[in-house]
């Protein structure tokens, strides 16, 4: 069973930072694609920010400027750095390996409010 575990979600105001860590133990990490989804409630899973295993990156449109994905192959593990947080944000976000198959993660929540 892959394993892929996000940790670094929580409360933060509008107009704070969160940095999102993807990580797992699986050596063919460095082919994944990666990508970062979310959830909010009664809304369909997005796509937020997805990077290659070549490092290319692209972003939704309503996050561009603000997220930063990047990954660490030597820790098998993909970052999104979250800035300028708004309520809109809020939502479960999930990352996900896109190899011979794509493998989730469990989630964490993230919420944005004062």
């Known amino acids: 069973q892959v394993q892929l575990v996000e940790s670094g979600g929580g409360l933060v105001q509008p107009g704070g930072s969160l940095r999102l860590s993807c990580a797992t133990s699986?050596?063919?990490?460095?082919?994944?694609?990666m990508g970062w989804y979310r959830q909010a409630p009664g809304k369909q899973r997005e796509l937020v920010a997805h990077?290659?295993?070549?490092?290319?990156?692209n972003y939704a449109d309503t996050v561009k400027g603000r997220f930063t994905i990047s990954r660490d192959n030597a820790k098998n593990t993909v970052y999104l750095q979250m800035n300028s947080l708004k309520p809109e944000d809020t939502a479960v976000y999930y990352c996900?390996?896109?190899?011979?198959?794509?493998?989730w993660g469990q989630g964490t929540q993230v919420t944005v409010s004062s």
């Open positions: 699986e050596t063919f990490f460095r082919f994944c694609a």
């Open positions: 990077i290659t295993s070549g490092a290319r990156t």
């Open positions: 996900k390996c896109e190899w011979t198959t794509d493998y």
